[in-house]
């Protein structure tokens, strides 16, 4: 399903600075960084180093190693005789934690969930099962902390999501896989850009996702890990269609409630 959502699908700045992955970057790579996810700068235009100097204020030091920088991030590439320029969507290093914050603050909400949802529905049920097998004690008990969290704080949608990344994270970690740990960064992002999307239907459909995460939990707990990746699909399945629903809904106005 493809959604073409409005502008202002996209999240408030308050929300970004508060879920977003934390940018680490200097202020000046963090500019052309969001410059190019943006848009703003296209791929195969030529950043001339004269130019760009005088269009950030910058010296030719603090330039290139910018350009060092998001060089590493699949952003931008430097040849002999043609200088830096933008590259491809398709050579960015989309795992990377900048990278994934330029997108959730230039790119709408529902378009980075569709493709971040696609994802986990590939990564998540597969780690849930794997979970189940592999999981220890104390991987257990963190999973059910973060459920527990996300019940005490079914009334807060900002503390819920966290909660309900910290769940999904402690499942990915339970794997004892490295490597699907890794997707950690792109499960908060795909949180992130739904934030005002997701969690907000009716207090039913809050407590029947709520009971979808205790019998993902109760799955892994009891070492059956078919039934864990079979409840995760379906909970996957059932949060995007939230999203879904959400976004073809039309906008609730200040008599019903909503005030946002």
């Known amino acids: 399903m493809t959604v073409q959502p409005p502008a202002q699908r996209r999240r408030p700045a308050a929300v970004v600075a508060a879920f977003a992955p934390k940018v680490s970057q200097p202020p000046l790579v963090a500019s052309i960084g969001l410059q ?27 330039l290139r190693e910018a350009y060092s920088q998001l060089t590493a991030k699949g952003l931008v590439t430097a040849r002999p005789r043609v200088g830096t320029t933008v590259r491809e ?3 960015w290093n989309m795992l990377d934690p900048d990278v994934l914050a330029w997108h959730l603050q230039t790119v709408p909400a529902v378009e980075i969930a569709s493709h971040l949802y696609a ?27 973060a459920y527990d969290a996300m019940e005490a704080s079914a009334a807060r949608e900002a503390d819920l999501v966290e909660a309900d990344y910290a769940f999904h994270l402690a499942i990915l970690t339970a794997t004892q896989n490295p490597f699907i740990s890794g997707f950690s960064a792109l499960i908060h ?7 005002e999307l997701s969690w907000r239907g009716t207090q039913v459909i809050r407590d029947q996702r ?5 019998q993902v939990a109760d799955a892994i707990r009891d070492h059956d890990p078919v039934r864990a990746s079979q409840l995760m699909s379906r909970l996957l399945e059932d949060a995007i269609a939230d999203v879904w629903q959400a976004v073809q809904a039309p906008p609730a106005g200040p008599a019903a409630g909503s005030g946002r």
Do not use: C, K, W
Not at 189 to 195: I, Q
Not at 210 to 214: A, D, E, F, I, M
């Open 89 to 91: 969507r398709r050579h």
């Open 36 to 62: 190019i996810v943006s848009g703003a700068l296209a791929p195969g235009q030529p950043l001339n180093e004269a130019a760009m100097r005088d269009r950030f204020g910058v010296s030719r030091t603090a």
């Open 119 to 145: 994802l986990r529905r590939m990564v998540e049920p597969s780690a849930a099962g794997l979970a189940a097998t592999a999981r220890t004690d104390a991987d257990l008990a963190a999973i059910y902390a």
């Open 210 to 214: 709520l009971s979808q995460h205790r």
């Open 189 to 195: 992002a795909a949180m992130v850009s739904t934030f």
